[in-house]
């Protein structure tokens, strides 16, 4: 069983910053690619960053220059740093995870959304 968790969300002023968390715990055999996710009110879930288990980066271009995804290996942690925030970046963030669980040679993959966490940015 795996199980991703952030955490790190809140409420903000306009060009203010936080810090998101997405621990993914469980039997993790191997960690792959992490990415950050929001959805705004009455909108689609959309792409924010993306990291990969080398530690490469892709964002939206909305984000660039703003936010910074990083990853802890030891820790199965991936971060959003996310600064100059703006009241268009309210939403529900979602972690996603994908990679393998158990011990081997019993290993299964997964990729697996967690339950999200609301960031709020007041003009």
């Known amino acids: 069983q795996v199980q991703v968790a952030e955490s790190g969300g809140g409420l903000v002023q306009a060009g203010g910053s936080l810090r998101l968390s997405c621990l993914v715990s469980?039997?993790?055999?191997?960690?792959?690619?992490v990415g950050w996710y929001r959805q705004a009110p009455g909108k689609q879930r959309e792409m924010v960053a993306i990291?990969?288990?080398?530690?490469?980066?892709t964002y939206a271009d909305s984000m660039k220059g703003r936010f910074t995804i990083s990853r802890d290996n030891a820790k199965n942690t991936v971060y959003l740093q996310m600064d100059s925030l703006k009241p268009e970046d309210t939403a529900v963030y979602y972690c996603?995870?994908?990679?393998?669980?158990?011990?081997?040679?019993?290993?299964?993959?997964?990729?697996?959304w967690g339950q999200g966490t609301q960031v709020t940015v007041s003009s």
């Open positions: 996603n995870a994908e990679g393998s669980h158990g011990t081997y040679p019993w290993i299964a993959d997964f990729d697996d």
């Open positions: 469980g039997r993790i055999y191997s960690l792959r690619g």
């Open positions: 990291i990969t288990q080398k530690g490469s980066a």
